[in-house]
């Protein structure tokens, strides 16, 4: 993989299909979208040198995270759907030729690398949950899948939040699983894996906004 240190063209194609997206299921995914690709990039910036991707062989690209961060819910451009914008990201990416974008909207919903952890409806054909679970049986997981599983869980369409926050927020929407505890505890070590690359709270990098979104400030 090459590593592109300018990928301006690249923002404004992700961000001419988010538009594309949102004018067909308008939402507050589509905020939520945005609030994910700042924190990815805001992150990755502040990732220490030493931090390096297995991927690349290099540090995290702060415009890739922005990226990623923008389109890992593009599937939600089919409507009020579940585990389905999984897959429907996945396969509208891939057939664009964006295929690590694509990868990430597999990743994101799996901190903890269980199909079953996912909360919500399965509505995938038979077909498509085997995929998505053959998937994560041999993935490893990269910095980038594992930036954007964080920054979904900080990202309120207002703003940066305590990942605590977010949390309470899709269990009060979906309801909890056998698996919630370990997602949960995946989340939490993702928060402390990145602060430490960043050699500080990743709150910090967004104290204010994490003040009004947790604490109603
Ligand atoms: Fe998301």
């Known amino acids: 993989m090459t590593d592109i240190t300018d990928e301006a063209p690249a923002i ?9 997206a949102a004018g067909r299921n308008p939402g507050r995914w589509v ?30 690209n702060a415009q890739r995270a922005y990226i990623f961060g923008l389109l890992h819910d593009i599937g939600r451009y089919e409507g009020q759907r579940y585990m389905h914008h999984i897959i429907a990201g996945y396969e509208l990416l891939h057939k664009k030729g964006m295929d690590l974008s694509a990868r990430i909207c597999l ?36 910095d980038y899948d594992k930036l954007i599983q964080l920054c979904d869980a900080v990202a309120l369409p207002e703003g940066v939040c305590l990942v605590e926050t977010r949390l309470i927020d899709v269990a ?36 204010d906004e994490v003040r009004r979104n947790s604490f109603s400030l």
């Open 172 to 207: 009060m929407r979906y309801g909890f699983s056998d698996y919630t505890r370990e997602k949960w505890k995946a989340v939490f070590q993702l928060k402390e894996y990145f602060s430490g690359l960043c050699g500080q709270s990743i709150y910090e990098l967004f104290a």
């Open 107 to 142: 990743t994101h919903s799996f901190p903890y690398q269980k199909m079953e952890s996912y909360l919500g409806a399965r509505d995938c054909s038979a077909e498509e949950l085997a995929f998505i679970e053959s998937f994560l049986s041999v993935a490893v997981y990269d």
């Open 12 to 20: 404004a194609e992700a961000e001419n299909i988010l538009l594309w």
């Open 31 to 60: 905020a939520h979208s945005r609030v994910a690709a700042r924190a990815a990039k805001v992150i990755a910036e502040n990732c220490r040198p030493a931090a390096v991707n297995p991927l690349s062989g290099r540090g995290l």
